[in-house]
């Protein structure tokens, strides 16, 4: 007696002739079936979700000829079917909410994709593969993400991918290594660069720290977010110890993020990658995704201020803005520093708006107490000291983000940037707005340069909502084919991975055999 424990479908699932049998027997959709099952970790997901083995095996005893009872071959059929019809969702929508997860997205079923309808309709008209492919995200990045894995998994498996790994990469004996520098762990660090395509094959390893293997370790800086100097410290020693096991998962959380990020819902978007600290503006024609604009960017504390990931339209610029400083900004920072300094009202361009929208540019302690009962708010003048720069590009949300230029453009010559409240500090202003305003002939270079710059704040209402999405990506494919790997600064792919491992994850469709 087979004894199967399957989901229960939706209506229509049990019908009348089996899906996946011809008189008794596993028709050809069924082995594919059980293979794409059985594959389901090229895309990142896990077989053991969907009982690829068991699927797989009592298929192929169904095969065999076993005396098998029709209310069996009935129960094995559903059972298939729920497996796929699982794969399938998690395939197209992923594995857990993205709000469990610290992702403000709203649910993508709103597609029109329905798993099981689908299924059918692919079963039904023989081309299974093509369609289980078709339901990916169709994302570019998408497709080269999920060939990195393949590239990282085979680097895992490799007993000569992983040698360079089963060795400790000494530590060098100053608290950094400089080019020059004689090295105990060179022949390890060669090792490890060749092996992960920063070097080529056959480097020959030098006797001191020199020539190319300080060019491999640029390149590998490079590919994984660290300053560029050649410079073999903290950070970079920390990331060279990452095994590929370890960037095999952070590649598969990656592309559970890919298909519930919001990416390229429309012609025109504005993307923020937290982790990379960059922000890129994308134009999607025929088929092909082209990046109009790239640029550094600013993002929120991960030690207090997170930036919320989530996403919403942009609606409105405003030119030479003012700042309307955060009430718990006020109470933490601006208040304190004004008790104790009252020319730091005027230093900064700070005013005092009562209720009734009053605006009071003169000091007195009674305004500060007012400003903590909520009566007053504090706001900074349009100007050199303010610190939204001369520009703020408005996507109303519940999280009062924002992106907006800064006073103090210093910060961007860091490695990593995160230092602001929450809202996103962009380095290149002139360029977004360009391309936030590219098709309104009437807003030139020059005219967004002046009204930045003339010091009276003006709100201009886009003609059309441009999406923005602030995204969480800790692994990306960029246009040179090369794998960029970012570090997890506020924690999110440890979250994720921890989601995913629940044992709530265990596949409904679980097969058992008596």
């Given at each position: ?16 002739e ?11 959709q ?62 197209r ?31 039904i ?16 990045l ?152 790239a640029?550094?960017v ?23 803005p ?19 300094d ?20 003169t000091f ?14 504090i ?60 098709d ?15 010091g ?7 003609r ?51």
């Amino acid at each position: 007696m087979v004894v199967f424990c399957v989901a229960v479908l939706g209506a229509g699932a049990a019908a009348a002739e089996p899906l996946w049998f011809d008189g008794g027997r596993p028709n050809a959709q069924a082995w594919q079936a059980v293979e794409i099952l059985a594959a389901a970790a090229e895309d990142g997901l896990d077989a053991r979700d969907y009982d690829a083995e068991g699927l797989q095996r009592a298929v192929a005893d169904a095969a065999d000829g076993w005396a098998w009872a029709d209310e069996d071959v009935a129960q094995l059929d559903i059972a298939l079917t729920a497996a796929m019809q699982r794969y399938l969702t998690d395939l197209r929508f992923g594995r857990v909410d993205p709000r469990q997860v610290h992702a403000n997205f709203v649910a993508t079923a709103g597609d029109g994709f329905d798993p099981l309808v689908y299924l059918y309709a692919a079963v039904i008209e023989r081309r299974l593969p093509d369609a289980v492919r078709a339901a990916a995200p169709v994302l570019p990045l998408y497709a080269n993400v999920r060939e990195a894995l393949r590239r990282y998994r085979n680097l895992a498996r490799d007993p000569s991918g992983i040698a360079p790994w089963l060795a400790a990469l000494p530590r060098p004996l100053q608290r950094k290594l400089e080019p020059g520098q004689a090295y105990a762990g060179m022949a390890v660090l060669v090792q490890r660069l060749v092996a992960l395509g920063d070097l080529p094959p056959a480097t020959p390893v030098p006797l001191y720290y020199e020539g190319a293997v300080v060019e491999g370790v640029k390149a590998f800086q490079r590919r994984h977010g660290l300053a560029e100097d050649g410079v073999v410290g903290k950070a970079t020693l920390e990331q060279l110890d990452v095994s590929p096991a370890a960037r095999v998962r952070q590649i598969e959380l990656t592309l559970e993020r890919l298909r519930w990020t919001p990416l390229l819902q429309g012609p025109r978007m504005i993307v923020v990658n937290v982790p990379e600290f960059v922000l890129r503006a994308y134009e999607a024609r025929d088929g092909r995704v082209e990046v109009k604009a790239a640029m550094k960017v600013i993002v929120g504390s991960a030690l207090d201020t997170r930036t919320p990931i989530f996403d919403e339209d942009m609606r409105f610029i405003e030119f030479s803005p003012y700042w309307n400083v955060p009430p718990s900004i006020a109470r933490a920072e601006t208040i304190p520093r004004l008790r104790q300094d009252a020319a730091y009202l005027d230093q900064q361009g700070f005013e005092f708006v009562a209720g009734d929208g009053q605006v009071i540019t003169t000091f007195a302690p009674e305004y500060l107490d007012a400003v903590l009962r909520g009566e007053m708010r504090i706001r900074q003048r349009p100007g050199p000291a303010n610190a939204l720069g001369d520009i703020k590009f408005i996507f109303p949300n519940n999280n009062n983000i924002f992106l907006h230029h800064t006073s103090t453009p210093r910060l961007f010559g860091k490695d990593r940037r995160d230092f602001s409240h929450g809202c996103v500090r962009v380095e290149e202003p002139v360029a977004l707005a360009r391309f936030v305003l590219q098709d309104d002939p009437d807003w030139s270079e020059e005219r967004i340069r002046t009204a930045m710059t003339q010091g009276v704040s003006k709100t201009l209402r886009l003609r059309e909502p441009l999406p923005v999405v602030i995204a969480y990506s800790t692994v990306l494919v960029k246009s040179d084919g090369l794998v960029y790997f970012f570090r997890d600064i506020y924690g999110h792919d440890k979250l994720l991975d921890a989601a995913l491992r629940q044992p709530a994850r265990s596949g409904p469709s679980s097969l058992a055999q008596q």
